[in-house]
């Protein structure tokens, strides 16, 4: 009887959350989970392309006038995924400077790039700088 009572309350104290917060917060907080996946993905891009010597990127489809999802890719021939398809919340508004973004053997990218991930209320943005290959995500 006790378990009970204690998951009702749980349930309760769910539901106020849910409610107070709502979904336009639920879909800011997965903005910027989105932002820092996508960051650690154009890490390990750059990472593999050190380690192989062979240049890797990222592949970004578009649909809806939205980027709604990455391939990272290791350039050969032919080039191969080298991880599965990531996908971008379908309630975000994505957009991308380049559909492509390269890492040459010595980790630095071969353009500047700039990712903007937009929510309800948060926008993020995510920069590579092409001499150093550096990441970063900032709230905007």
């Known amino acids: 009887m006790e378990l009970v009572v204690v998951l009702l ?3 309760v104290l769910g539901a106020v959350a849910v409610s107070r917060f709502g979904p336009n917060s639920i879909t800011n907080l997965g903005a910027e989970a ?5 960051a650690l993905d154009l890490l390990q891009a750059q990472r593999r ?9 990222l592949l970004f489809t578009s649909g809806g006038g939205s980027v709604t999802g990455y391939t990272i890719y290791r350039r050969g021939t032919p080039d191969v995924a080298v991880d599965s398809a ?7 508004a ?5 559909t492509t973004t390269e890492y040459d ?3 630095a990218a071969l353009a500047s790039y700039q990712f903007t991930l937009t929510a309800p209320d ?3 943005t ?5 001499a150093t290959g550096s990441v970063s995500v900032s709230e905007n």
């Open 9 to 11: 309350i749980l349930g």
């Open 34 to 38: 989105d932002a820092r996946k996508l």
């Open 49 to 57: 392309a050190m380690v192989t010597g062979d240049n890797h990127y």
């Open 86 to 92: 990531r996908q971008f919340d379908s309630r975000l």
């Open 94 to 98: 994505v957009t991308a400077s380049h």
């Open 105 to 107: 053997f010595s980790g």
């Open 122 to 124: 948060r926008t993020w």
């Open 126 to 130: 995510v920069s590579v700088v092409a």
